[in-house]
């Protein structure tokens, strides 16, 4: 079992940058896939990014391509998204998710973080 809890999140103005971070419980974080997902009000969670169990691969929305960085902390046991010139419709609450090795899909998430982005 393995518990996400997010945080960073908060009220930032258009242009301006905020770091989400994802800590996870348990000794087995190393194993899964991380990925960020987000949810707009009255839409869709939606995929944000993704980053491998080593951390040197990473998979990004076409939508934050460019702006949003996912890395890993393996020793801290934290997963991170830099999010950078940030937009009014990056305005969503955040979601970290871990998937076992050899699930397909996402086993495990946080409960969310919201990031508002004022123009």
């Known amino acids: 079992q393995v518990q996400l809890v997010e945080s960073g999140g908060g009220l930032v103005q258009a242009g301006g940058s905020l770091r989400l971070s994802c800590a996870a419980s348990?000794?087995?974080?190393?194993?899964?896939?991380m990925g960020w997902f987000r949810q707009a009000p009255g839409k869709e969670r939606d995929f944000v990014a993704s980053i491998g169990r080593s951390g040197s691969s990473t998979y990004y929305a076409d939508s934050v391509k460019g702006r949003f960085t996912i890395s890993r902390d393996n020793a801290k046991n934290t997963v991170y998204l830099q999010m950078n010139s940030l937009k009014p419709e990056d305005t969503a609450i955040y979601y970290c998710?871990?998937?076992?090795?050899?699930?397909?899909?996402?086993?495990?998430w946080g409960q969310g973080t919201q990031v508002t982005v004022s123009s």
């Open positions: 348990g000794r087995t974080f190393s194993s899964y896939l």
């Open positions: 998710a871990g998937a076992a090795l050899g699930s397909g899909g996402y086993d495990y």
